[in-house]
């Protein structure tokens, strides 16, 4: 069956460090992959978005990767700020879209 | 401003009981869905509309029901049948229910079953 994988322990970031979070998938080829970010209580918001024959995105201060060769994302976030704190999610599609649990991300000022 | 909108943010009910979640939005999207999360667990499609007058079970939708008779508006129907229904419920929207695009949320509904 088709699965996401993420970071399942809350990742904690010194303030200013990049952070990187991991998202694998198993048993399926999806043609693009998208970011969200969630706040406590909250519906999630988009970040980005990368497709299978782009490597790499940016917007800003974050940065996805893609490697359909490992079934593998990096999401990552340079100068990382205490506001940046939230449960990152990844959600590959093929043909509809699979949300994976999340990572929570604590930045500690 | 356009957006999605979600009501009522918190709900009770007795077992038993059905409910009915609200789903509004007004970006003239195609597509609509409704998710359900967990503590501690990544979303779980219940249902999605890709148009009017027509949806489709997700992976979860036993004990749910949904109607899409207008483009913008897109209720959920927890009924009596949904053996744990105590969640916080998403709803969605997307330009086009194809192989693009961004989801928009609406900030949830969360329903408490006593």
């Known amino acids: 069956s088709q699965k996401i994988e993420q970071n399942s322990e809350a990742l904690n970031i010194q303030e200013g460090k990049t952070a990187t979070l991991t998202c694998n998938y198993t048993?399926?080829?999806?043609?693009?992959l998208q970011w969200y970010r969630q706040d406590p209580g909250r519906g999630p918001v988009f970040l980005l978005l990368?497709?299978?024959?782009?490597k790499e995105k940016r917007k800003e201060r974050l940065k996805v990767t893609f490697d359909t060769t490992l079934k593998q994302s990096l999401f990552h976030i340079t100068a990382s700020q205490p506001a940046d704190s939230a449960t990152y999610l990844c959600?590959?599609?093929?043909?509809?879209?699979?949300f994976g649990k999340g990572t929570r991300l604590h930045i500690l000022p | 401003d356009g957006g999605i909108t979600q009501s009522p943010k918190y709900l009770f009910r007795k077992e038993g009981q059905n409910v009915t979640l609200s789903c509004e939005q007004n970006?003239?999207?195609?597509?609509m869905y409704w998710y359900r999360q967990d503590p501690g667990q990544g979303l779980r499609l219940i249902y999605y509309?890709?148009?009017?007058?027509?949806?489709q079970k997700g992976d979860i939708a036993e004990g749910y029901s949904v109607s899409r008779e207008k483009k913008e508006s897109f209720p959920l129907t927890v009924t009596s049948a949904q053996k744990n229904p105590t969640a916080f419920y998403l709803c969605?929207?997307?330009?086009?229910?194809?192989?693009?695009?961004?989801?928009?949320f609406g900030e949830g509904s969360r329903l408490t079953v006593l």
């Open positions: 969605a929207s997307s330009l086009e229910g194809g192989n693009n695009g961004e989801l928009f």
């Open positions: 048993n399926y080829s999806p043609a693009y």
């Open positions: 990368i497709r299978e024959n782009e």
């Open positions: 959600a590959p599609r093929d043909d509809k879209i699979i």
């Open positions: 970006l003239n999207h195609d597509a």
């Open positions: 509309s890709q148009i009017v007058n027509d949806f």
